[in-house]
């Protein structure tokens, strides 16, 4: 009987040590985990900042960025540093606030006056309504969105946008229409969350898959494409004159998710030509971000 208790002591012992130990050693790897996912993310943004302040440095570009974080059950969310791309902690923007032409950029602040409409029941989806959405979205035609504008007087719309925090003043009566990349990432930031003009999922969803179809795809759906194959892109372009815009919803084949806005005019762009360059800042942003050497250590972009 003594022996018995003896053993039984010995290992209740021995559990009570291996089940400590182990918890200890949890404890240990979850704060190197964490330590790890600082350092990480400290040296993306300031390689994300070095990089954007040499695009922007001239004034003929702006540029924001913001990380959605993984989709809810894909690889990316399952994987130990999922915390590097918690949403909003790689946030970083440069000449973001210069106030620059929208070109058609700003139906999407016009889609979200139309949603907001549709959600007070004085918009609906009809037959004409579809079509005409098509037509402004996937393939960027004026005519629906020119005269939802002198339907509803640009005075009101502004007054819509102001209240959800945007820039206020994209339409005004006499002038192209105006907006700051920051501006159209925090409208996206909307869209892609379901807040604000969009709580309706259908609406949601039926915005972005039109934006999935737009037929200008050589800006960041080119340069998110470029950096990982498979990548997809829902997004929204402009062009006037030498204004090139894009505004996009970006998503990883692993399930991470960013919205990256680009507006570039000067550099004796015309038509499309300054696509190229947007591609481009794409492919190397997302690099920096979500590439394989992502975090590792400080670069120079100068």
């Known amino acids: 009987m003594r022996v018995l208790l003896i053993a039984t002591i010995i290992i209740v012992g021995s559990l009570s040590y291996f089940f400590n130990n182990s918890y200890a050693s949890t404890i240990i790897d979850n704060f190197k985990t964490e330590q790890a996912i600082k350092k990480k993310q400290k ?19 702006s540029v924001s960025f913001y990380n959605l974080g993984a989709e809810s059950g894909s690889a990316a969310a399952n994987s130990k540093y999922a915390k590097l791309y918690q949403a909003g902690s790689l946030e970083t923007e440069s000449n973001a606030h210069a106030v620059k032409t929208a070109a058609s950029t700003y139906k999407l602040y016009l889609t979200a006056y139309l949603m907001n409409q549709k959600s007070n029941g004085n918009f609906s989806w009809t037959t004409e309504n579809t079509d005409n959405f098509d037509k402004m979205i996937v393939n960027s035609e004026n005519d629906f969105a020119e005269a939802q504008i002198d339907k509803y007087g640009a005075s009101t719309i502004s007054t819509f946008i102001k209240k959800q925090g945007w820039y206020p003043s994209v339409f005004q009566d ?13 409208l996206l ?51 006037l004159n030498d204004t090139n815009n894009d505004a996009g919803i970006v998503t990883l084949p692993n399930g991470q998710r960013y919205i990256l806005v680009v507006m570039t005019n000067g550099h004796n762009q015309s038509g ?13 942003v997302q690099k920096i971000v979500y590439g394989s050497d992502a975090g590792n250590k400080i670069e120079n972009y100068s």
Request: charge should be negative; hydrophobic fraction near 35%.
């Open 43 to 61: 040296i993306i943004q300031t390689n994300l900042t070095n990089y954007l302040n040499t695009v922007t440095k001239d004034g003929t570009a």
């Open 174 to 186: 006499g002038q192209a229409a105006k907006t700051t990349s920051y501006s159209l990432q925090l």
């Open 189 to 239: 930031e909307d869209l892609a969350t379901g807040k604000g003009a969009y709580e309706n999922e259908s609406d949601q969803a039926k915005i972005l898959d039109l934006m999935g179809k737009q037929i200008y795809r050589t800006g960041i759906p080119a340069g998110a494409s470029a950096a990982d194959s498979g990548t997809t892109v829902q997004d929204k372009v402009g062009f």
């Open 272 to 284: 499309l030509s300054g696509f190229s360059r947007i591609a481009e800042i794409t492919k190397n």
